[in-house]
């Protein structure tokens, strides 16, 4: 049985905004959102990291400028008050459900945090090492999922725009998968563009690989174990942590490309969370024990050793140099760090319609899985005949690890 608790709280967008609505506060044997969002009542903000700041007529270019008449396209503004004034007038108009309205902030300094829960964008923006991707980035506490929203409002926008959130009321994941976001969690998508529809299957692949390395580059989770399950989860030990999905649309000889990630950060259920990880990994390495004094049987907030804002500057930073390389060199430089951070080397595992057992062996050339059939009594190769598995086409259920045809 779900049993979510629900706190009434006003939450505030980074330009100021008051968005009423009612945030989960979620329990230990809770695993749904039940958050209402309605578009009307909503005003993001996009902030940017660059230099001279970027202004509306900018941002106008960039990423609300329609390819076709009828594409959708987000509304800007320059002040809050204009997107209130403007959303005040429109209320009674049937195609306010479809506005989405984004104020274009001055300067992402000036970020109003009402909860602690809240992205810091100042922070993300002070760690970030890159000249494209995550420089500008559009920020709201709640939406309904950032990948449709990006694909719905941002198509052909320029590539490297992130939109980021606290919480999601319908999170996508692959096929028609859902995904439970609680606050805690690293809550993403943002833009590629890609020319090579070859190059296409290898994009959740460097997205997965940049963000283990990410969160591996922090000291304090580099022995924590995280690895990559093909073709785009990512688990923490036998549980799953987190999601990539990559969909894009083609126009003008060009794929128009939205990744999203989800990441559990530090929201220890429905699963558990890179900050439990570390913390479960931190007491059994301590050699000594101390006996629980009276102060520490009492409820405490656990600790928090890695930040989302930690992460995702990390993980843009490490990504974006992986970019450059891919687009020159195609993904075989990055073979063996792929290899090194997922779960399947010589995994045996079966075909479920045909019932034979295979190991894994690796990827093929075009991003397919790889694997040699197997005795399923010895284990041993009995064929010098490979199995290529399409990542679009095959479902990976680790439990009972068995490679099926997805649905």
Same mark, same amino acid.
């Given at each position: 049985?779900?049993?979510?608790?629900?706190?009434?709280?006003?939450?505030?967008?980074?330009?100021?905004?008051?968005?009423?609505?009612?945030?989960?506060?979620?329990?230990?044997?809770?695993?749904?959102?039940?958050?209402?969002?309605?578009?009307?009542?909503?005003?993001?903000?996009?902030?940017?990291?660059?230099?001279?700041?970027?202004?509306?007529?900018?941002?106008?270019?960039?990423?609300?400028?329609?390819?076709?008449?009828?594409?959708?396209?987000?509304?800007?503004?320059?002040?809050?008050?204009?997107?209130?004034?403007?959303?005040?007038?429109?209320?009674?108009?049937?195609?306010?459900?479809?506005?989405?309205?984004?104020?274009?902030?001055?300067?992402?300094?000036?970020?109003?945090?009402?909860?602690?829960?809240?992205?810091?964008?100042?922070?993300?923006?002070?760690?970030?090492?890159?000249?494209?991707?995550?420089?500008?980035?559009?920020?709201?506490?709640?939406?309904?999922?950032?990948?449709?929203?990006?694909?719905?409002?941002?198509?052909?926008?320029?590539?490297?725009?992130?939109?980021?959130?606290?919480?999601?009321?319908?999170?996508?994941?692959?096929?028609?998968?859902?995904?439970?976001?609680?606050?805690?969690?690293?809550?993403?998508?943002?833009?590629?563009?890609? &020319?090579?529809?070859?190059?296409?299957?290898?994009?959740?692949?460097?997205?997965?690989?940049?963000?283990?390395?990410?969160?591996?580059?922090?000291?304090?989770?580099?022995?924590?174990?995280?690895?990559?399950?093909?073709?785009?989860?990512?688990?923490?030990?036998?549980?799953?942590?987190?999601?990539?999905?990559?969909?894009?649309?083609?126009?003008?000889?060009?794929?128009?490309?939205?990744?999203?990630?989800?990441?559990?950060?530090?929201?220890?259920?429905?699963?558990?969370?890179?900050?439990?990880?570390?913390?479960?990994?931190?007491?059994?390495?301590? &050699?000594?024990?101390?006996?629980?004094?009276?102060?520490?049987?009492?409820?405490?907030?656990?600790?928090?050793?890695?930040?989302?804002?930690?992460?995702?500057?990390?993980?843009?930073?490490?990504?974006?140099?992986?970019?450059?390389?891919?687009?020159?060199?195609?993904?075989?430089?990055?073979?063996?760090?792929?290899?090194?951070?997922?779960?399947?080397?010589?995994?045996?595992?079966?075909?479920?319609?045909?019932?034979?057992?295979?190991?894994?062996?690796?990827?093929?050339?075009?991003?397919?899985?790889?694997?040699?059939?197997?005795?399923?009594?010895?284990?041993?190769?009995?064929?010098?005949?490979?199995?290529?598995?399409?990542?679009?086409?095959?479902?990976?259920?680790?439990?009972?690890?068995?490679?099926?045809?997805?649905?």
């Amino acid at each position: 049985m779900m049993n979510s608790l629900l706190k009434n709280k006003t939450a505030t967008d980074i330009g100021g905004n008051l968005i009423k609505h009612t945030f989960s506060s979620m329990s230990s044997n809770s695993g749904a959102i039940t958050i209402p969002w309605d578009i009307r009542n909503t005003v993001l903000t996009l902030y940017s990291n660059s230099s001279p700041r970027l202004d509306i007529n900018e941002a106008q270019q960039r990423f609300a400028t329609p390819p076709f008449p009828t594409t959708k396209v987000v509304r800007l503004y320059s002040s809050l008050a204009d997107a209130e004034k403007d959303r005040e007038s429109s209320s009674d108009k049937d195609t306010d459900t479809e506005t989405l309205r984004v104020v274009v902030a001055n300067d992402y300094r000036h970020q109003r945090q009402q909860h602690t829960y809240q992205f810091d964008v100042a922070q993300y923006f002070g760690a970030i090492q890159t000249h494209l991707f995550g420089q500008n980035v559009i920020y709201a506490p709640l939406v309904s999922s950032t990948q449709t929203l990006c694909l719905e409002y941002f198509a052909y926008t320029q590539q490297g725009l992130v939109m980021l959130v606290d919480q999601q009321t319908s999170a996508k994941g692959r096929g028609n998968n859902k995904w439970v976001c609680p606050l805690g969690s690293l809550l993403f998508s943002y833009k590629i563009r890609q &020319s090579d529809g070859n190059k296409l299957p290898f994009l959740q692949y460097l997205v997965g690989i940049a963000m283990v390395e990410a969160i591996k580059s922090h000291p304090v989770a580099k022995d924590i174990n995280v690895r990559l399950k093909w073709p785009n989860d990512i688990y923490g030990g036998n549980l799953k942590i987190g999601g990539i999905l990559c969909q894009s649309n083609y126009l003008n000889n060009e794929f128009d490309v939205v990744a999203g990630v989800g990441l559990n950060i530090s929201n220890d259920e429905p699963t558990t969370s890179l900050n439990k990880m570390i913390r479960d990994h931190l007491a059994s390495s301590t &050699s000594t024990t101390t006996e629980n004094s009276s102060d520490s049987k009492q409820e405490q907030q656990p600790q928090i050793y890695i930040t989302r804002e930690q992460v995702l500057s990390k993980f843009f930073t490490i990504f974006e140099e992986m970019y450059i390389q891919f687009n020159k060199q195609g993904f075989d430089p990055f073979v063996q760090r792929y290899l090194n951070v997922w779960m399947h080397s010589n995994q045996i595992v079966t075909i479920k319609e045909n019932d034979k057992k295979v190991k894994i062996i690796g990827l093929e050339k075009n991003g397919f899985l790889k694997a040699v059939e197997v005795d399923p009594i010895s284990l041993n190769e009995i064929s010098p005949m490979t199995f290529e598995l399409h990542p679009d086409g095959t479902s990976f259920d680790i439990n009972e690890l068995v490679l099926k045809k997805k649905q």
